[in-house]
């Protein structure tokens, strides 16, 4: 019913996540009605994203394809010393945005899960223990996510690194109460990990 | 701090309408983490976009660029006696979607906002006029948006066509209760409108 190229444009924003019909019906009218460069501008930018993105080899971040290894590891104001390990690249970028950390990266590339076919060996651990040595890493904070998932993996991480250097320091990120919500909103294993986490006043 | 190219992405993106730079992320990411035929896929619908739609002569309805006026308006089942005019092209796709109008359209282009530098003469009014005597128009349904500059609209052109052709029937969408809104919830004026124009049972 549609002239074509707009049912197209409907479809192929419709794949975005969290993109009903609706939704891509309005995106798709907002750009047939504002300036054709809007939508060029666009295009333009999604042709050029994957040639303009490659994964580090080295901590399998994301970086510009221009570069060789990512700035967030080469940049000799980063501690090497220090890896902070992650589940996906882009919670690189939450850790980064608190300026509080100046170690390096190293992502798992997801987090242990046997339902959807991911198992340890289809993760970054490998690539990980070969740092601590190179790199003479003192310690591995693991920041996987707060899920069944990012907790085994942590389980894992921790035995495997620990086999293998029983010196080596191995921390996670604190649980606890996050800002602006209150006790009666907080769940109990939160409310568990703030108690027995608790820090002296 | 990200890959230039992922931030250009999420900067165009940004653009569509309701999307924060949350939501921008969100889809930028899924795109980067998808196969790069779903971004391309993307990229070329939108660069056809304002190629592949026109604007029809007649009837200011969008229609595929190979056509030279609307199907809506050129099929011989379409009633050109009776036309229903919207203030937006998509308008026309809801009231197909109906399956109970077999006349013609006619696109305003807007609503009058004199606050928005939108007057009468930026709409198409003078193209309706025109139409009601070339295609012996016997009735014209108004159908703008229930609102204050729709309303307006629906006064001014009432008033244009009653002036030109005194015997031309117009008439426009009838107000009351939408479906599954209950009465409480109803707003004062659209009741009011469903116990004026109340039906026979």
Redesign the interface.
């Known amino acids: 019913?549609?002239?074509?190229?707009?049912n197209?444009?409907i479809?192929?924003?419709g794949?975005?996540?969290?993109?009903g019909s609706r939704t891509a019906?309005?995106?798709?009218?907002?750009?047939?009605k504002s300036d054709?460069n809007?939508?060029?501008?666009?295009?333009?930018?999604?042709?050029?994203?994957?040639?303009?993105?490659k994964t580090c080899p080295k901590t399998f971040a994301?970086?510009?394809?221009s570069e060789s290894i990512s700035p967030l590891y080469d940049d000799p104001t980063r501690d090497k010393n220090i890896v902070l390990v992650v589940e996906e690249p882009?919670d690189i970028?939450a850790i980064?945005?608190t300026r509080s950390f100046t170690g390096t990266y190293h992502v798992l590339g997801g987090a242990i899960s046997p339902m959807d076919g991911i198992t340890a060996d289809k993760l970054h651990i490998r690539e990980l223990i070969e740092r601590v040595a190179e790199d003479s890493v003192t310690e591995i904070i693991i920041a996987t996510n707060p899920s069944v998932e990012g907790e085994s993996t942590a389980v894992l991480l921790e035995k495997l690194l620990h086999e293998k250097y029983p010196d080596l320091r191995i921390t996670r990120l604190a649980r606890g109460l996050p800002l602006g919500v209150s006790l009666e909103y907080a769940d109990q294993i939160t409310l568990t990990s703030a108690l027995n986490n608790r820090t002296n006043l």
Chains 1, 2 share one sequence.
């Open positions: 019913m549609l002239p074509a190229a707009l197209d444009v479809d192929a924003l794949r975005l996540p969290g993109v019906e309005r995106y798709a009218y907002f750009l047939l054709a809007v939508s060029e501008n666009i295009a333009e930018a999604l042709s050029a994203l994957h040639t303009g993105v994301i970086m510009d394809a882009l970028y980064e945005r």
